[in-house]
């Protein structure tokens, strides 16, 4: 049960401590707090706005079969997207450079408002048309209704020559000089004195805009992104994203359009080669039914005909499949446009080589994103790499094997349509020459049927093509920004300054080794504390006991006269020996009120200055000094020349005298002992104002002869390493050692100065 209140003791302890160190830093900490909240009001201010805004848009992903056979959709089928695709192609730099075509980024204008510099945009007084110089800085000051002023200060141009421009200049003419080319049109009254402008090379805005856009999906699973686009100016920002977003929809269109616009290119150049065999034939037809009176064929022959017909058809369309895909043979081994190779004409083939297609336009499309971000030996590039190259060596196989197919059927075809010729030949040679004019036309007006009918569907596909992607909300003007966020940098900043307040408190409690409070000495320390003495106001005064008999440092001296009586011997004289470690710690003006407070007792009272080194005793009471403790010591006086009354009742003084050259022989001389002999029988209370202990050895011998001896330390001075002195004291044979702390803050101590004084009973004297 002790144990467990002495822990919590120790910890009220510690968190007291750590109030008090808070408190003793109070003013650091609250300038800490001051300037950092300074600074980032300052920044926040200052920081330019952020807007953002944000269109949404649908996404209509594929979910076609690799199984169709339809030609015309596996033409135009590019691929099937999925939501990261797109969101990758909506932040690539090419739809990036087609969006930047509507919108200008290149000319920046600004002015200064409030000491902040702020982006005009399309509230521009002025337009910019430049042809050279892009990047520099101008700055435009309006001079009349007519002209303005132009300058240029210290701009560096390619050699590395700083060259400089101020010129007064009339609104819309063309100014050509060395290092720019431009013309400034006014288009409205300008309200402010002052303008910059600055116009951005259009080739190099690409990277620049491309880092503000942002695509993410609503939720999850949802085919709807918001695309979104931060920038200093809404009006841009609002712009922006709505190009953006038209990019992206038309991008889609013109993707799907240039398949079918390849598809109709190919038909019309069939259907042109077609036309004139068709019409050569007719001809031909037309002739020999005249010359030969033959207007129709036995049923025989027109068996034979329609049979050679029939497979002279599907013996042309196999040649057209043949000659597409020694084209999309040649065109995957030279690896040119593959992500726009189209399987216009391809039936049956087509639906085998779709898929294989899809998965390569898709890591191409990946490979592209990459090499934004990447180079040729990241691995992911090299991976992307691998995919290709399989995909393509599978797609030379198939195409091979595709192309091996249509040979067998062309092979079979051929040999079926010899066959048919010799069941002709054996016809009547008018009836053979009219079957076979009839078999070339037919042919040519079949396949001229067949070209017709694609090229009608593709033009239709092309006309009515739409984007599966739409847009569901444009963006809107963006009213307030989303960055920076004021008020939260400012409390960031009075947080941190609180907090590196406190921390540098803490490292300066750390590092400051000195005594500070009562509790530093108990914790290192068994001498017992004989008191406390509160701060004193500096004072010409000599004993300030005496011009304040009422206040809380006289109620502190009486509480150490109480205490200095229980460790008095039982002989009449009490001899009270006074020292510090070093000077400056009160030893002198502890000795004097000590002694004022004695006297006020009705204790007569004498105090030796025996500090002869540094003497100051005479000093605080005006006395004289020609004759004192050197002169006594050294034989030279007697002891009644040297005691000296003060106007106080019962207090007397011993001055040090002249400075000696052997002070410390003096002290130790047998005349010393004698000489204290002789005032204990004239004095109740003898104090000895003794040498610095730190620095001379002359007090350790006069606390020999002491009845107590008092070690004094003062508060916010005294170092902590001061206390081992007083330890090793403690060890030797010294009388009635204790300490008193001087000059200690009357705030530290929360029950006055733990003596029972302090609680408001005692006020200083107005005097």
Known sequence: MNTDNMQIDEDEIDIKEIFRTLYRYKTMIALMVFVFGLVSSYYAHFKPNVYQASATVEVGLDQRSYGSQDVLAMAMDSGTMNADTEMDIIKSRFLTEKALKE?????????????????????????????????????????????????????????????????????????????????????????????RFVV??????????????????????????????????????????????????????????????????????????????????????????????????????????????????????????????????????????????????????????????????????????????????????????????????????????LRESIKEQKVLLEDSVATQQKLLNTLPADERMFGQLQRKFVVNEKIYSYLLEKRSETAIIKASTVSKNRIIDKALYPGFPIKPKRKLIVLVGLILGLILGIALAFLREFLDDRIKEEEDVTKVTEVPMLGLIPHMKESHDTVEVFVSPKSALAESFRNIRTNLQFMAREKNAHVIAITSTIAGEGKTTTSINLGGIMSMADKKTVILNLDMRKPTLHQKFGLQNTQGMSTLLSGHTALEEVIQSTVYENLDIITSGPVPPNPSELIQSPLMETVLERLREEYDVIILDTPPIGLVTDARTLMHFADTSIYLLRADYSKKGFLNSIEKLSKEEISGLGILLNDVKTARNGYGYGYGYGYGYYEEDKH
Not at 129 to 136: A, D, E, P, T
Not at 163 to 176: A, G
Not at 286 to 310: P, Y
């Open 103 to 195: 919108v200008d980024f290149s000319h920046r204008y600004y002015t200064t408002r409030r000491f902040k510099e702020i982006e005009l945009y399309k509230a521009s007084p002025f337009q910019v048309g430049m042809l050279k110089g892009y990047g520099i800085s101008f700055d435009l000051f309006p001079v009349d209704d007519k002209s303005y002023r132009l300058v240029v200060e210290g701009s560096e141009d390619r050699e590395g020559n700083l060259w400089s421009y101020d010129e007064t200049l009339p609104y819309s003419q063309e100014i050509i000089t060395e290092h720019f080319h431009l013309n400034v049109v006014k288009t409205k009254e300008p309200q402010d004195e002052a303008y």
């Open 200 to 401: 951005i090379d259009p080739e190099s805005l690409g990277s620049f805009v491309q880092g503000g856009v942002s695509v993410g999906q609503k939720s999850k699973y949802s085919t709807m992104l918001e695309i979104s686009y931060a920038d200093n100016v809404a009006l841009r920002a609002q712009e922006f994203a709505n190009a953006l977003a038209e990019a992206y929809i038309e991008q889609n269109i013109e993707k799907k359009t240039q398949e079918a616009t390849r598809t109709l290119d190919f038909v019309d150049k069939q259907l042109k080669t077609i036309t004139e065999n068709l019409k050569s034939s007719a001809i031909k037809l037309e002739e020999f039914k005249k010359t030969s009176n033959t207007v129709s064929l036995s049923v025989k022959a027109e068996n034979i005909i329609r049979q050679m017909s029939e497979y002279e058809t599907k013996l042309s369309e196999i040649t057209i499949q043949q000659e597409l895909l020694d084209k999309l043979y040649t065109q995957v081994q030279s690896g040119e446009d593959l992500e726009s190779i189209a399987l216009a004409g391809l039936d049956k083939e087509g639906s085998a080589l779709t898929g294989i297609i899809k998965e390569l336009q898709a890591a191409i499309l990946e490979k592209k994103i990459l090499r934004e971000d990447y180079t040729e030996m990241s691995s992911k590039v090299i991976k992307v790499n691998k995919t290709i190259a399989q995909l393509k060596k599978v797609m030379v196989d198939t195409i091979k094997n």
